[in-house]
């Protein structure tokens, strides 16, 4: 029993030593700018500047991997004490943000039946898709604003998500937590914008929902340089083209084709259909 103790002792002593040897010479100091560019990053690690966690990204920094101005969390203030402390250029990055590829709220968009299970927009696409004549559209519980850490999502009294462009950090949750893939994230540059992501085609589609896109052609046939494609039903804006221009919105029928301005108004064509409904639609059974 006793020769038992000693010899476990032993051999708790030799591996100890072993992993006190093993640490001596093979440890690496670690630089201690990793600490300092970290303590002034916003440690939020939402992700929007392409790594993991703020840790990852101040590494990634102090090794010359990137440039502080790709953090759109931080303030321009910290991005530059951070620029000065590693000597390098702030970097010049277009901000992102959280653009929603739907604009049927419940004042445009019928329901086809009532759905009365969790308040959720994952739990209600597992009953048949979820409740929208459209089975394209926007299911309106708001995953999207309930997973926002930085309040830059609420929802209108339409049931329809509005991203704040101020606030947005392009931290990408609302992407991932749509179950109908209606985020993405764009340049802040992309104010023309197709509100819509059905992909079926005629104007029956507006018994469902009156500011469908219809696939009618028409902002594809007024743009130019090939800016705008049809595809799959919906018009494809080729951002790498001019795209500052509204002369696409003029005729489409239903606005879904939209111009996003700088405060958050959304400004339709000279031909869309005037939206005067407040309330919501009544549930089509049809």
């Known amino acids: ?57 101040a590494e990634a920094l102090v090794n010359k991997k990137a440039l502080p101005g790709q953090c759109s969390v931080s303030s321009a203030n910290a991005h530059q004490k951070i620029a000065n402390i590693l000597n390098v250029d702030v970097g010049n990055f277009e901000k992102k943000v959280a653009r929603l590829a739907c604009a049927g709220g419940d004042n445009v968009a019928k329901k086809q039946a009532d759905y009365s299970g969790l308040n959720s927009c994952r739990a209600a696409t597992l009953v048949a ?35 704040d462009e101020i606030k947005c950090t392009a931290c990408n949750d609302c992407v991932e937590i749509c179950p109908k893939d209606l985020f993405s994230l764009q340049p802040v540059s992309h104010r023309l914008w197709v509100a819509c992501n059905n992909r079926e085609n005629g ?65 339709k064509g000279r031909d869309a259909k005037a939206i005067i409904r407040k309330s919501a639609k009544e549930v089509s059974f049809s």
């Not at 051999?11 to 201690?32: D, G, M, Q």
């Not at 559209?137 to 991203?163: E, Q, R, T, Y």
């Not at 500011?211 to 018009?235: E, F, W, Y």
């Not at 795209?243 to 489409?252: D, V």
Request: with cysteine.
């Open 1 to 57: 029993m006793l020769s038992s103790v000693f010899t476990l002792a032993a051999l708790c002593f030799i591996l100890t030593s072993l992993l006190i040897y093993a640490y001596r010479k093979w440890h690496v100091e670690e630089n201690p700018l990793y600490q300092v560019v970290d303590e002034l990053l916003p440690q939020v690690n939402c992700g929007a500047c392409g790594f993991p966690g703020c840790r990852a990204f």
């Open 203 to 267: 104007d029956e589609l507006l018994m469902n929902c009156e500011v469908a896109c219809t696939a009618c052609g028409r902002c594809a046939h007024d743009s130019t340089d090939d800016l705008i494609t049809m595809i799959d039903n919906l018009p494809v804006i080729n951002y790498t083209k001019n795209h500052n221009t509204q002369t696409p919105i003029e005729r489409c029928p239903t606005g879904a084709i939209n111009w996003l301005t700088e405060n958050g108004d959304i400004v």
């Open 129 to 163: 898709g979820g409740a929208n004549s459209c089975a394209w559209g926007c299911l309106g519980f708001g995953d999207c604003a309930k997973v926002c850490h930085f309040n830059a999502i609420s929802m209108s009294d339409n049931h329809l998500p509005v991203v």
